[in-house]
């Protein structure tokens, strides 16, 4: 004859847990966690980084545009006419370009980080004579004045 199945105690072979404990699971969250920590900030600097090279092309391009319309006018703006450092001024999603014209040999681009992108703060300019410059770096001016564009650390 067959005996009857008994119900299976815990603690018993017969017996299994199914699921994971409460310890095993705040050691996968503190697990989870510390890798954040440490993931987001650098993800977000790698993007940055994307989006001050955005503002790095657009302002060589524009040095370029600059000298082209200087070789074949010979002068950066005609006091009679329009003014080509406002009609060649960039466009991005990032970041906001002005350019200055003080005389008709000189000009100077500025691209400004758009609020609530990850340029905000950031403030870089070129000139005519191709010096590059960073007058803000993280929301601040760096000190010494750089006399390049950074973009990974406040020295050049």
Same mark, same amino acid.
């Given at each position: ?16 847990? /199914? ?29 940055? %980084? ?22 074949? /006018? %010979? ?9 080509? &450092? ?10 906001t370009f002005s350019c200055a014209t003080p005389t008709a040999q000189t000009y100077t681009l ?23 410059? =960073? =007058? ?18 406040? =020295? &050049?």
């Amino acid at each position: 004859m067959h005996q009857p199945l008994r119900a299976a105690r815990a603690g018993s072979p017969a017996f299994r847990a /199914n699921g994971f404990t409460l310890i095993e699971v705040m050691i996968v969250v503190a697990i989870v966690g510390i890798l954040a920590t440490i993931a987001v900030p650098s993800y977000q600097s790698y993007l940055r %980084r994307g989006q001050l090279q955005d503002a790095f092309s657009q302002m060589s391009a524009y040095q370029l545009r600059m000298e082209q319309s200087y070789q074949d /006018n %010979r002068h950066y703006r005609d006091p009679g006419d329009a003014d080509e &450092c406002a009609r060649a001024v960039p466009t991005t999603s990032y970041f906001t370009f002005s350019c200055a014209t003080p005389t008709a040999q000189t000009y100077t681009l500025t691209a400004t980080g758009k609020s609530g992108t990850l340029a905000d703060g950031y403030v870089y300019t070129i000139n005519q004579a191709g010096d590059r410059r =960073t =007058t803000k770096y993280a929301g601040s001016a760096p000190s010494p004045a750089a006399t390049c564009w950074l973009y990974r650390s406040s =020295t &050049c």
